[in-house]
């Protein structure tokens, strides 16, 4: 049934057929007719990070930057959903056309850049949510922000999204936001997650409950800017990272027609480059919570997401091209391992 709906929205606009696609999900949720099409979510309760995630298998930050879908995509099976990247204001990111399919590569080429409806509609969406499992907000900053006064964003988002955020997320990997990446090596880094986390832990006071504080990195980095990473994560004390965003390298995909085109490349391609990724922070951190995503699509890549390291596992392009069916065969698969 998906392989049909699929070759009816491949023939449309990437970005018309994505908001096509999430209306439709909408609608069937509003009639009960989701469970009925993917089946039951599948039961396997893990703790980490002081939460309870219903099973292993969670929505990446990127497809529900708004909270729009919350309940609809919740009701696919995920054991979480991540929602954003949210921004402290309203932006409509960069130019169309900005999402690019890559079927033979079965991956996408995205330079969003962050559009969405700023923190208080997210904040206001996220209240009204029906869906009882774990929510992540990852958090940004706007286009018009100096890198320089990057933090001035992050930790506007945050007092927003702590209340009712189950985890938050810090987006310093995104490839669309010029400079953003610069800011996850070094002194950059601990000025970035340093206050962060100070006021995480103040609002975890105030609110007498703990959030968990995340970071999101990206695939393109060497052995010794993981190390880097890894350092400043635990110096900072983070709860966990999500490896990784996507990535910036063409290599796997020059020969398709839009390889050349800017932005996150993401989907099968970047499955082995983020397990590395994953790899080397299990090197570092042998403790640490790790999210793993990048090129899920079937059972046996979702294994061998946790086999690299990851303690859980989040999908995105994978549903694009296997359908919402492909949520609940991962998480079978990780509670059969």
């Given at each position: 049934m998906y392989s049909l709906a699929r070759s009816l929205l491949f023939r449309i606009d990437p970005e018309a057929s994505h908001g096509m696609a999430l209306g439709t999900l909408d609608a069937l949720h509003r009639v009960g007719g989701v469970t009925p099409l993917v089946g039951?979510?599948?039961?396997?309760?893990?703790?980490?990070?002081?939460?309870?995630?219903?099973?292993?298998?969670?929505?990446?930050?990127?497809?529900?930057?708004?909270?729009?879908?919350?309940?609809?995509?919740?009701?696919?099976?995920?054991?979480?959903?991540?929602?954003?990247?949210?921004?402290?204001k309203a932006q409509p990111g960069n130019p169309k056309p900005r999402l690019f399919r890559l079927a033979g590569h079965e991956a996408i080429i995205n330079r969003f850049g962050f559009n969405n409806k700023g923190v208080k509609h997210l904040v206001a969406q996220v209240k009204k949510r029906h869906y009882n499992g774990i929510v992540g907000i990852n958090i940004g900053k706007n286009l018009t922000t100096s890198v320089d006064n990057a933090l001035d964003d992050y930790l506007a988002c945050l007092d927003e999204v702590h209340p009712v955020a189950d985890y938050i997320t810090v987006n310093i990997s995104s490839p669309n936001t010029p400079g953003l990446r610069t800011l996850q090596f070094g002194e950059q880094l601990d000025a970035l997650l340093g206050p962060i986390r100070a006021q995480s832990r103040r609002l975890d006071t105030e609110a007498r409950r703990k959030v968990p504080l995340l970071i999101k990195i990206a695939p393109d980095m060497s052995e010794h800017e993981v190390a880097l990473v890894a350092q400043s994560i635990a110096r900072n004390e983070l709860d966990g990272v999500i490896a990784t965003n996507t990535t910036v390298s063409r290599d796997a995909v020059q020969s398709d027609s839009q390889a050349k085109e800017a932005g996150g490349l993401s989907g099968k391609p970047v499955f082995e480059p983020s397990n590395v990724i994953i790899r080397l922070l299990r090197q570092h951190l042998p403790e640490l919570p790790i999210i793993g995503v990048g090129g899920i699509d079937s059972a046996e890549t979702a294994k061998a997401k946790i086999a690299a390291g990851a303690n859980l596992v989040q999908l995105y392009s994978g549903l694009i091209y296997q359908g919402?069916?492909?949520?609940?065969?991962?998480?079978?698969?990780?509670?059969a391992r």
């Amino acid at each position: 049934m998906y392989s049909l709906a699929r070759s009816l929205l491949f023939r449309i606009d990437p970005e018309a057929s994505h908001g096509m696609a999430l209306g439709t999900l909408d609608a069937l949720h509003r009639v009960g007719g989701v469970t009925p099409l993917v089946g039951k979510a599948v039961d396997d309760p893990v703790e980490l990070m002081g939460l309870r995630f219903a099973n292993r298998v969670g929505l990446a930050a990127g497809l529900d930057k708004n909270a729009d879908h919350l309940d609809a995509l919740g009701a696919l099976g995920f054991g979480f959903v991540e929602v954003g990247t949210v921004t402290p204001k309203a932006q409509p990111g960069n130019p169309k056309p900005r999402l690019f399919r890559l079927a033979g590569h079965e991956a996408i080429i995205n330079r969003f850049g962050f559009n969405n409806k700023g923190v208080k509609h997210l904040v206001a969406q996220v209240k009204k949510r029906h869906y009882n499992g774990i929510v992540g907000i990852n958090i940004g900053k706007n286009l018009t922000t100096s890198v320089d006064n990057a933090l001035d964003d992050y930790l506007a988002c945050l007092d927003e999204v702590h209340p009712v955020a189950d985890y938050i997320t810090v987006n310093i990997s995104s490839p669309n936001t010029p400079g953003l990446r610069t800011l996850q090596f070094g002194e950059q880094l601990d000025a970035l997650l340093g206050p962060i986390r100070a006021q995480s832990r103040r609002l975890d006071t105030e609110a007498r409950r703990k959030v968990p504080l995340l970071i999101k990195i990206a695939p393109d980095m060497s052995e010794h800017e993981v190390a880097l990473v890894a350092q400043s994560i635990a110096r900072n004390e983070l709860d966990g990272v999500i490896a990784t965003n996507t990535t910036v390298s063409r290599d796997a995909v020059q020969s398709d027609s839009q390889a050349k085109e800017a932005g996150g490349l993401s989907g099968k391609p970047v499955f082995e480059p983020s397990n590395v990724i994953i790899r080397l922070l299990r090197q570092h951190l042998p403790e640490l919570p790790i999210i793993g995503v990048g090129g899920i699509d079937s059972a046996e890549t979702a294994k061998a997401k946790i086999a690299a390291g990851a303690n859980l596992v989040q999908l995105y392009s994978g549903l694009i091209y296997q359908g919402p069916k492909l949520v609940n065969v991962c998480a079978n698969a990780l509670k059969a391992r």
